[in-house]
């Protein structure tokens, strides 16, 4: 599996862990994608579909020209462990919405994601990934609260008063036949309770558990979507400009993480 990985600011990387960037619109397209009326009129817009064309192109995979992008279905939101539900807040849902993402599909097979949020003046294409997680992790959560736990990756959905895994990552955490949510949320206070935003961790600018003040971390370079491109232009802090304040739960970033599995999957 490829993956893109956009430059990750030290501020990004403080306040949004959790939506750490899997592939960048490259520089030029990124200030030509209009905002539209509805998500799927942005994923859809031909400005969006001739970067898909380059996206799918990148490494030779197809042609530019023969890639024919397509986008199906509607878009789904994607919500994301919330620190509010960490830090025990009355009422707080387990996870929130953060953006919406819509499943692309190229000539060969390729699939990607594409995350819109809402900005003034409508919704606007913000990011490119690889695969399709969030759209398929949505439709097999048969209509259940489907949510991310960013920092090991894992996908979930809440049915009732349950927590129950949808991938392997989420298997590992609480077991093929998950788990109470007062459980789940014993768990996610064990694991990032002393993490939050405000917290010494923060304020000491750890993320992704590798140590060192933010400020001196390298930021991960991104390949360029097409020769000429001009590479990457949108960051994990505009992101989450767009998509709302207070996404972090400062652990391991999902991109480190994928990094790891393309290099291990690779041949």
């Known amino acids: 599996m490829t993956t893109m990985n956009a430059r990750a600011t030290g501020a990004g990387l403080l306040t949004a862990a959790a939506l750490v960037l899997l592939g960048a619109l490259p520089a030029d397209a990124a200030g ?85 949020v809402e900005r003034a003046g409508g919704w ?38 349950k927590v129950l895994p949808l991938d392997e990552d989420a298997v590992r955490a609480v077991g093929r036949n998950g788990t109470s949510l ?11 309770g002393d993490k939050l935003p405000g917290s010494a961790y923060a304020k000491k600018g750890t993320a992704g558990g590798y140590g060192g003040p933010r400020a001196a971390a390298p930021a991960p370079q991104a390949a360029p979507v097409a020769e000429g491109s001009g590479g990457p232009a949108v960051t994990v802090a505009s992101v989450t400009a767009g998509a709302g304040a207070g996404l972090a739960l400062l652990l391991i970033s999902a991109a480190a993480i994928r990094r790891r599995r393309a290099t291990t999957q690779e041949p």
């Open 32 to 116: 030509a994608l209009p905002p539209a009326p509805t998500p799927e009129q942005a994923a859809s817009a031909p400005g969006t579909l001739d970067t898909l064309s380059r996206f799918f192109a990148r490494d030779g995979a197809v042609a530019r020209s023969a890639a024919a992008p397509r986008v199906e279905g509607a878009s789904v939101p994607v919500r994301i462990l919330s620190p509010d539900f960490v830090a025990g807040k009355p009422g707080a849902p387990v996870a929130r919405v953060e953006f919406r993402a819509s499943r692309a599909v190229s000539s060969d097979g390729q699939k990607a994601s594409l995350w819109t």
């Open 124 to 161: 606007q294409v913000v990011n490119i990934a690889t695969g399709d997680d969030e759209i398929r992790y949505t439709e097999l959560g048969g209509g259940g609260l489907v949510f991310r736990e960013p920092q090991i990756d894992a996908w979930y959905v809440q049915k009732g008063a």
């Open 182 to 192: 007062a459980a789940y949320r014993e768990r996610v206070v064990r694991a990032y």
